[in-house]
């Protein structure tokens, strides 16, 4: 009788203690993530708790207050754990199943190179490996453009630009009509990537230094025959993909014109894509003009889901100049001849647009 009654204390004793340990708010709270690197969620409230996500630095999330260091969060389904020390704000909202929630999403791969999974949220992270164009997956979209995914059993993340949500259809924004007393034509060029954001690194070279040069001649091109050029950025600094359409939209451009260079698993892969998500009109006077150049090899013309284009509310192009993974294509995008060309073939559509 002793044994029961000594087990049964002991029992009341252990529960009290996990009460006491994980003492759990009425209401939940909504804050920010104010980290200098993307913050561990756990699966306890404790450094010894596996590690089973992250969150980016700006993440707005709603959480319960614990009695100790940690708050507690519903990340993709499930019970999680991050440490209060790196959360601010204290807006307190009625108490609901979903604090924390991190909505999962389906989608699909939209990029015709394949698309990279990385171990962090960044370009400079190293690759895990590669998604093929139209793969199906489930993603967490963690904002500032990246998303996380579970790849092979571990935890990877890719950049949203190139995921086509299947959860809603992408609403296309009708292209603006230009005010009947404006003069002149105006071309806003943006060079993809730039600063942390290297992009594709292949064959010594970094797509934001490649496709900033071929930029920069096109700048040149175009103004030195009249043409309004506005740059998205002007030397090698990160710009948002939301901050590169906008200023085309604010600046109610007559054509907005995104500079990349590809890559893929495949070195033999090469050629010059061009491509749309409204209208084709603008894709196909570019695609015509480059495959009268010498050097030139297009891919074709492609209706793409990239957020430049779909967030656009002017007529959009996105060139793909090379794939960097291969040698040729390589050595031509280094070439000032090759950048000249093309931007006189980009010259000769834009006069056929005007």
Do not use: C
Request: hydrophobic residues 35%.
């Amino acid at each position: 009788m002793r044994f029961f009654k000594t087990v049964t204390a002991l029992s009341i004793i252990v529960l009290l203690l996990f009460v006491t340990y994980e003492q759990v708010s009425a209401s939940t709270n909504v804050g920010v993530v104010q980290s200098d690197a993307p913050l561990n969620v756990r699966d306890l409230p404790s450094e010894e708790g596996s590690i089973i996500g992250k969150l980016e630095p700006g993440n707005k999330i709603e959480y319960f207050n614990t009695s100790t260091d940690w708050v507690k969060i519903t990340y993709a389904g499930q019970v999680g754990y991050v440490s209060k020390a790196f959360i601010s704000g204290t807006i307190s909202t009625e108490a609901t199943s979903t604090a924390g929630h991190v909505e999962s999403k389906t989608g699909v791969v939209a990029s015709t190179g394949g698309l990279n999974v990385r171990s962090g949220p960044r370009q400079s992270e190293s690759v895990l490996g590669q998604l093929a164009n139209g793969t199906q997956i489930d993603y967490i979209d963690l904002g500032n453009d990246w998303a996380q995914i579970t790849y092979n059993g571990a935890i990877g993340f890719i950049h949203t630009e190139y995921v086509q949500s299947m959860v809603t259809s992408p609403t296309v924004t009708p292209i603006v009509n230009k005010p009947t007393a404006k003069q002149g034509f105006k071309v806003v060029l943006d060079a993809g990537h730039g600063g942390y954001d290297s992009g594709a690194v292949a064959n010594g070279l970094l797509e934001k230094h490649v496709v900033k040069a071929y930029k920069d001649e096109l700048k040149r091109t175009l103004a030195a025959d009249g043409i309004e050029v506005i740059e998205t950025r002007t030397g090698d600094e990160f710009v948002s993909l939301s901050s590169r359409v906008n200023q085309a939209n604010q600046a109610q451009a007559d054509l907005f014109l995104s500079i990349h260079a590809n890559s893929f698993a495949d070195p033999n892969v090469r050629g010059f894509e061009t491509h749309y998500y409204q209208s084709s009109k603008e894709a196909s006077a570019i695609n015509k003009e480059i495959r009268r150049l010498n050097s030139g090899y297009t891919r074709g013309i492609y209706q793409s889901n990239f957020q430049v284009l779909r967030d656009s509310n002017v007529p959009a192009v996105l060139i793909e100049v090379g794939y960097l993974t291969n040698a040729d294509d390589a050595y031509r995008m280094q070439t000032n001849q090759h950048q000249q060309e093309v931007s006189e073939a980009v010259r000769r559509a834009v006069q056929q647009l005007k």
